[in-house]
């Protein structure tokens, strides 16, 4: 009964490559977001949706696209993979927006080669 | 710009108790100060959350000053459970989220 799950938990591809990632929650909250942690472990947002909308969207190339088909999930779709798209994903829920407490899930290892 | 500084790195031993400071300057004024700890493969865990003054939990505590330019995380009694690198996250003016860099915490029997 995990709370946030992501699929795959590790990727694998060549640049040039179109990649999904999968995020999906159980707690019911409204808001979800996306992150990316580099190799020196600093995390940044990129996404944040509430209630299906997004709501925060931060300097990412426009080759990262986000899409929230219900409350319950948030993908992350990139085109044309580059490598410093290389880095941890890492996908979280929250009751409310902003800096409501966040349920993180397990991550995503990207790895472009 | 907004900023969020802490510590790179700190050393601890078993029993002590360990503050970690975040410096968040250009915080939003109605938004919480956020503690979360992270180990090696996994995503960030939620540690304590607090506004103002001072607020405890059974893991930890939190003291913000009046003009919530920073916060300090305090553990009483690390143990090696605890080495892991701590994150405070801020909303800044606009509305945006910020991490701060994170703090390798390394307790050492």
């Known amino acids: 009964d995990t709370a946030v799950s992501q699929t795959p938990k590790y990727l694998v591809t060549q640049m040039g490559n179109d990649k999904s990632i999968k995020c999906e929650q159980n707690l019911g909250h409204d808001t979800m977001y996306w992150y990316k942690q580099d190799s020196k472990k600093f995390l940044k947002i990129m996404f944040s949706y509430n209630n299906k909308e997004l709501i925060i969207n931060e300097t990412v190339p426009n080759r990262f696209s986000p899409k929230s088909p219900d409350k319950a999930h948030l993908n992350l779709h990139i085109n044309s993979l580059e490598l410093g798209d290389s880095a941890v994903y890492f996908c979280a829920s929250s009751p409310l927006a902003r800096g409501n407490e966040q349920f993180f899930g397990p991550g995503t290892r990207l790895t472009v080669l | 710009l907004a900023k969020t500084t802490q510590p790179i790195s700190m050393d601890s031993y078993e029993g002590q108790e360990v503050n970690i400071t975040c410096s968040h300057n250009?915080?939003?004024?109605?938004?919480?100060i956020t503690w979360y700890q992270q180990f090696p493969s996994q995503g960030p865990r939620f540690i304590i959350q607090g506004y103002k003054t001072k607020v405890t939990n059974e893991v930890a505590s939190l003291f913000i000053p009046a003009d919530r330019k920073s916060s300090t995380l305090s553990l009483p009694r690390v143990s090696l459970s605890d080495t892991a690198v701590y994150y405070c996250l801020v909303v800044v003016e606009g509305g945006k989220l910020i991490f701060g860099q994170g703090t390798e915490l390394s307790v050492k029997p």
């Open positions: 250009n915080i939003a004024t109605n938004d919480y």
